[in-house]
Structure formats: structure tokens, C-alpha cells
């Protein structure tokens, strides 16, 4: 999703004016435009559900809320420092959010994921299942000892 997200912003970037360059590179019309804004958005918001499901992967001892609300601050602080560096610079914000993008892009593919919930999860379902077997045939065991009694006593050789 990242990296649709990334080659919708380039799209975009080699659309419109751009810090390099004067002339845009790639025909600009309203369409185009549009429709790569369109799709960085989709493929932006389509990631943000996977981000959020991998940070509490990664941080699992510690609540979900928190990976999240940590996450909505460092989204929150990056947003200011764009609005304060770059007020009236569009063409200067348009170049740093690929850069984020891109940055995002390489940390994502450099991220190792150990799914610990899932393993912690399958662990207390297998420690379930055995105590219920332990369970299962301590409660069979006096039913087995008087069907066995019962068999060594009842017949005479």
C-alpha cells in the first residue's frame, strides 16, 4: 500500500511545479491531477489499519491504545513541523511528503515483525486444551479403577 502510495505522490510531483523544476515533467491536466491525489489517498488510508496492526504487533506487551495514541502524536508532530516549515511553500511540501514516503517505505521493508500476540495467544490455547485433557482424565480415573475392580473380581478362574 506504501509503495502505491508512493508512486501516486510521484505521479502527482512530476505533475504539478516542483522545487527542481519549473516545467512539469508529466502532462498536467485536472484529471490527472485528481486522480493521482485520488489514489494516494486511497492507498494512504488503506495502509493506516495495516500500521496500526503492526506497531501493537511490535510493542504487544504494552496496551494497543498506546502503540496507537504514540502513533497519532508522531503523525500530529510531523503534520506541525510541515505547517511551520513550509507556510506558504507548496511546492517545498509537495517534495518533503515524498520524502516521507519514501522514508516510510524503506523503514516498513527494514521492519522485522515477530508476531508475538499470536504466539502468546496460541500458547494459552494449547496450555487450555491440555489442561482440559488433565482434567478430562482425572474425572475418567475413578470410572476406570471400579470398571477395572470389577473385571478382576467378578469372574472366577
Known amino acids: 500500500m506504501f509503495i502505491a502510495c508512493l508512486v501516486a505522490i510521484a505521479w502527482f510531483d512530476l505533475s504539478v511545479h516542483s522545487l527542481f523544476y519549473d516545467k512539469h515533467i508529466l502532462s498536467s491536466t485536472v484529471l ?24 501493537a504487533e511490535i510493542m504487544y506487551p504494552l496496551p494497543e491504545s498506546l502503540s496507537a495514541s504514540i502513533l497519532v502524536q508522531w503523525i500530529n508532530v510531523v503534520t506541525l513541523i510541515f505547517l511551520f516549515v513550509a507556510p506558504n511553500q507548496a511546492k517545498l511540501v509537495n517534495f518533503l511528503v515524498l520524502v516521507v514516503m519514501v522514508v516510510s517505505v524503506v523503514l516498513v521493508i527494514l521492519t522485522r515483525f515477530t508476531y508475538r500476540r499470536r504466539d502468546e495467544d496460541e500458547r494459552k490455547r494449547i496450555e487450555k486444551e491440555q489442561n482440559q485433557t488433565i482434567n478430562h482424565n482425572s474425572l475418567n480415573q475413578p470410572i476406570n479403577d471400579i470398571i477395572n475392580e470389577q473385571q478382576h473380581y467378578g469372574t472366577f478362574d
Not at 32 to 53: C, D, K, N
Open 32 to 55: 490527472t491531477i485528481a486522480l493521482s491525489t485520488a489514489l494516494a489517498g486511497l492507498f494512504s488510508g488503506a495502509a493506516q489499519s495495516l500500521i496500526y496492526e503492526a506497531l
